[in-house]
């Protein structure tokens, strides 16, 4: 920017400058702080700077960030936290709504330049501009995650979000808490352009002087965003129930009741409605999706970066589902990987998966073709020579994975990090093989690997601690979230989820259907239920995991006959169940037998105080934030560490457990 001058100058967060033509810029970086957050005196100087505007209107005035990473991240979630009353929740909303009101109001063009995160309260500002420029890069990304936290988003996104883009992409957005990319983001009409960083500036300058009318939705779009709103509302109303029973998850109902009959405006709403702020913020569902989000920022610290370690380059050894899966999203997240199996054969079919996850991701095939270039079939293992970190990734056996990695010692530099994906072995057993066992560390991904967000960390006592630090840094550095965890059999999540699949293939053998053992606890809020888990898991790795964590005379009977006969679940395309197309072929659930979730939860619960009480993780949160983003455990409950103090261990007591 040229020519331009600074016009208030009492303000901490905010910037204001004109140039020289009377186009303004709001330039929020707060202070002290790596990331934009709108705390409430970020929302008061918002409030003065509109004050500003007012009295000497700017030709036009755009918003941008003034960090090196991120638009808006969203409202400050610290607050919500301390909000006891529906009063204070009250004002909290009104704080923000009426500041964009005015925003929404101004009588000059406004435009929002997003480059990065926009969430939140983020986006609902730039809903709040005449007009919006996305920068396009793969870090921007929009979205409105409030009903993710158990709230919704009340500072007009509601009311908003679906005059920009109609009625049926706006409630997927606000239903499902998912972002979206900037070229996403431009076809759908939530942006007016998608530039690339080189131009923004000018780009920004140019729209928002333009005069162009803003964006209009075709005349069905209107009618399903007006008089027909109750149509597409009670279809949505469907859909969510499906997935998202209210009595767990009360936020999305009140989205549709708030928009479909208060006009999107949250202080609409009266207080003694389902849908109402009051109710949301009382509801436990609500504290404790507060608390994961609280649990989930905790992960990410651990994935601060380290010094001298800036990874480029991945080895990965093993091209089966995990290997040539964990490569792949290496790759997606830029680095340069090369895959070494012991055939191009075996290689192949990972390559073809990759190719199919960076067509999904990325909707674009230019990007796609060239992120694929970065993944390299090595047969040979020339590339561990060269790798800033080498995972395994082969089958579990310990002289296997002993003679891998006395191999990769003595070829790869030595300041290489070395992990292991092991999900039974001790990490101590498999570093023996080593000179230098401090080098070895684990980094265990869950299967899929593209939809797991958790990976554990693991230390063994020989483990430096500067490995372990590097392994979570570079956890972070592929959009996961890291766990450091103790080496034990299992460690966190398999030594909590063995005993839960064990016991509920033990109902199998006494004759539950698996279909009637599933919906039990899907009903209870877990993603999938636990038959179909082992399936998709594969049902050799559930018996082996559960060989090495279950005593022989509490083991199943049936998934053994299974594996003998090779019905390996999912990947065999027979398990308990038949699999079709991906899909598992279910009949009818019957009614659960009296006590069936609690006594399926039963050793999930134990498994994880055990795993407290033994230091396998340093603390009950951890185990909650472990569990949860590890297994999919029920969020609205908090993790099973939260759900064990809500219910006494005496509800769990049953004839057959």
């Not at 003998?564 to 019957?590: D, I, V």
């Not at 472990?626 to 007591?653: C, K, L, W």
Request: a positive charge.
């Amino acid at each position: 920017m040229n020519n331009v001058m600074n016009t208030l100058t009492n303000l901490v967060h905010w910037q204001l400058t004109r140039e020289n033509d009377g186009t303004a810029w709001a330039i929020l970086d707060r202070q002290n702080a790596s990331t934009n957050v709108l705390t409430a005196e970020v929302m008061a100087e918002l409030g003065l700077l509109l004050d500003e505007c007012e009295r000497q209107p700017p030709k036009a005035l755009i918003f941008k960030s003034g960090k090196a990473a991120g638009f808006i991240a969203g409202a400050d979630i610290e607050e919500f936290t301390h909000l006891d009353t529906g009063a204070q929740a009250r004002d909290l909303v009104r704080r923000g709504w009426d500041v964009y009101q005015r925003l929404a109001a101004a009588p000059y063009p406004t435009l929002a330049l997003i480059r990065g995160h926009c969430l939140g309260g983020g986006t609902e500002l730039a809903l709040a501009c005449r007009y919006r420029i996305a920068v396009d890069e793969a870090q921007t990304r929009i979205g409105l995650p409030e009903v993710m936290l158990g709230i919704v988003p009340a500072w007009g996104g509601m009311l908003r979000l679906a005059q920009k883009v109609g009625a049926g992409a706006a409630l997927d957005m606000l239903l499902t808490g998912k972002s979206i990319d900037a070229r996403r983001a431009k076809s759908i009409g939530l942006v007016d352009a998608c530039v690339p960083p080189r131009v923004m500036d000018n780009a920004a300058r140019t729209l928002v002087n333009s005069g162009r009318p803003p964006r209009t939705l075709p005349w069905l779009q209107r009618l399903l965003n007006g008089p027909l709103k109750w149509l597409v509302a009670a279809q949505a109303r469907k859909q969510v129930a499906r997935r998202a029973p209210q009595k767990h998850y009360p936020a999305p109902y009140a989205i549709l009741d708030t928009w479909a009959h208060y006009a999107g405006n949250p202080l609409a709403v009266p207080a003694d409605n389902p849908a109402a702020i009051d109710a949301l913020i009382a509801s436990p569902t609500t504290k404790n999706l507060l608390r994961v989000f609280s649990l989930q920022e905790r992960l990410k610290g651990f994935g601060k970066t380290v010094p001298d370690f800036n990874p480029q380059h991945v080895h990965v050894i093993g091209a089966g589902v995990m290997g040539g899966d964990i490569a792949a999203w290496c790759v997606l997240h830029g680095f340069t990987v090369t895959l070494q199996d012991q055939t191009i054969e075996r290689i192949a079919p990972a390559i073809a998966r990759a190719a199919q996850l960076f067509a999904k991701k990325l909707r674009d095939n230019k990007a796609a073709h060239f992120t694929l270039d970065r993944l390299i079939a090595d047969p040979q293992g020339n590339g561990v020579r060269r790798a800033d970190v080498i995972i395994e990734a082969i089958f579990e056996n310990l002289q296997a994975k002993q003679d891998l990695f006395a191999d990769i010692e003595r070829r790869a530099r030595p300041d290489a990090l070395l992990a292991s994906n092991t999900s039974s072995l001790h990490l101590a057993e498999i570093a023996r093989a080593l000179q230098q066992p401090e080098r070895l560390v684990g980094i265990h991904f869950f299967n899929p690997v593209a939809q797991m967000p958790l990976v554990e960390v693991v230390a063994s006592s020989a483990t430096a601690p500067l490995a372990a630090q590097q392994a979570a840094a570079f956890v972070r550095a592929i959009d996961k979230l890291p766990l450091p965890v103790k080496d034990a059999p299992g460690f966190l999540v398999n030594a909590v989820l063995a005993p839960y699949l064990n016991e509920a293939m033990r109902c199998v053998d006494e004759g539950i259907a698996p279909e009637t053992i599933d919906a039990a606890m899907l009903a209870f809020g877990m993603p999938m239920g636990p038959i179909e888990l082992a399936d998709t898991v594969g049902l050799d790795i559930a018996l082996a995991v559960g060989r090495q964590l279950i005593a022989a005379d509490q083991q199943p009977k049936k998934v053994a006959a299974l594996v003998a006969e090779k019905h390996l679940g999912k990947k065999s395309g027979q398990g308990f169940y038949l699999w079709r197309e991906g899909r598992a072929q279910k009949a009818a659930a019957a009614p659960a037998p009296a006590g069936l979730q609690q006594r399926l939860l039963k050793p999930l619960l134990k498994a994880a105080a055990e795993c407290v009480a033994s230091g396998v993780v340093q603390d009950a949160d951890l185990a909650d934030a472990g569990v949860i983003f590890g297994t999919g455990f029920a969020p609205y409950t908090g993790g099973p560490m939260n759900y064990r103090i809500q219910h006494p261990d005496h509800e769990y007591s049953s004839k057959t457990s």
